[in-house]
């Protein structure tokens, strides 16, 4: 049981560049969470599925997009990278029962655009 | 006024003691709050959920004020492996309707001294 996976661990792109950063998660979760994380910014939802063949946008959508492949895997793309995507991007899935939830992280992604 | 706040710290307190952590939250209509650990360069982990009643944990205990929108952290007989940030997570409705996603807190950082 490996929970949640994220590729790459660590990327360097440069300005107008495309990539995908990968998420899988193994416990059967239906919601997964794309974050990122700045230094005195805290975390902050880019995008959410809250099911297999939805998409929803979090607080900060902009320069991203998402595809949530099946119910493990869960995409997030950047198009056309800009240095202010330089960041922590965090995937995540979520188990609810009621209004309890467990939220557990994959690893993180480590992004530098220069 | 931010959905979550929390004092960013740095905490630094000697092995022994004991430090409390606060954070206010703005949307009334949260419903489920908790507590994150977050290791330098690692994940947020799940500490503990926030129940109304207050709940404790070993040395750690948790309390929810509903009424002035407002819960805490206390940490006794601080551990050098103590040493980390601690994220204050609540439910939000802004995002997913009545699915409540999470908000985090920027964190309070902790720091443990021999």
């Known amino acids: 049981n490996a929970g949640v996976t994220q590729t790459p661990k660590f990327q360097v792109l440069k300005t107008g560049q495309s990539m995908t950063l990968q998420c899988a998660q193994d416990?059967?979760?239906?919601?997964m969470y794309w974050y990122r994380q700045d230094p005195g910014m805290g975390l902050r939802l880019i995008y959410y599925?809250?099911?297999?063949?939805?998409?929803d946008k979090g607080e900060v959508p902009n320069g991203y997009n998402v595809s949530r492949l099946n119910k493990r895997e869960f995409s997030l793309r950047l198009e056309s990278a800009a240095p202010s995507q330089t960041s922590v991007y965090f995937c995540a899935s979520i188990l609810r029962s009621g209004q309890n939830y467990e939220q557990y992280f994959g690893p993180g992604t480590r992004l530098t655009v220069t | 006024r931010k959905e979550v706040e929390q004092d960013p710290g740095p905490f630094n307190v000697p092995e022994g003691a004991t430090v409390a952590f606060n954070c206010t939250y703005s949307n009334s209509a949260s419903q489920s709050f908790f507590w994150y650990r977050q290791d330098c360069r690692k994940e947020p982990k799940l500490l503990m959920s926030?129940?109304?009643s207050g709940n404790e944990d070993g040395r750690f205990t948790a309390q929810l004020n509903r009424a002035s929108q407002y819960i805490s952290l206390l940490i006794r007989d601080s551990k050098l492996s103590d040493s980390a940030t601690y994220l204050c997570?609540?439910?939000?409705?802004?995002?997913?309707?009545?699915?409540?996603?999470?908000?985090f807190g920027k964190g309070t950082k902790l720091s443990v001294k021999p």
């Open positions: 997570v609540v439910t939000s409705l802004n995002y997913g309707g009545s699915q409540g996603n999470l908000i």
């Open positions: 416990m059967n979760h239906n919601s």
């Open positions: 599925s809250a099911s297999e063949g939805t998409t």
């Open positions: 926030v129940y109304s």
